[in-house]
């Protein structure tokens, strides 16, 4: 079996230096910064949490774009159609269909063409 770093026992040199760091000079300096971070985290919400990470121009510029998008998407699509005439249809074949009979030497040459 071969060895990976990424093995759950601990790491001695890894966790010196985490110690190192996170100690410093005053590792009381450290716990208060980081009490008032945990009680900080208590006393916000998810909606807290989540304003200051969106910021307000950021939020409608992406609500506009997503707009913008819905309403061209669903103007090509009811455009395209209609001016067309032509519908096509899901089959195996992705028969064309279109509102007018095609013409008797269309359908003349598609018979003799399997002969």
């Known amino acids: 079996m071969t060895s990976s770093p990424f093995d759950n026992q601990p790491n001695e040199v890894l966790g010196r230096m985490l110690r190192e760091e996170l100690t410093g000079s005053e590792p009381e300096a450290f716990l208060r910064r980081l009490r008032g971070v945990v009680t ?61 009979p095609p013409p008797v030497d269309e359908i003349m040459s598609a018979l003799m063409e399997r002969r």
């Not at 900080?40 to 992406?62: F, I, N």
């Open 40 to 100: 900080e985290a208590g006393t916000r919400t998810q909606w807290d949490v989540l304003a200051g990470w969106a910021r307000p121009r950021v939020m409608a510029a992406a609500i506009a774009a997503a707009l913008l998008l819905w309403f061209g998407s669903w103007f090509a699509s009811t455009t395209s159609a209609n001016e067309a005439g032509v519908m096509v249809a899901s089959m195996p074949a992705h028969t064309v269909l279109s509102p007018q």
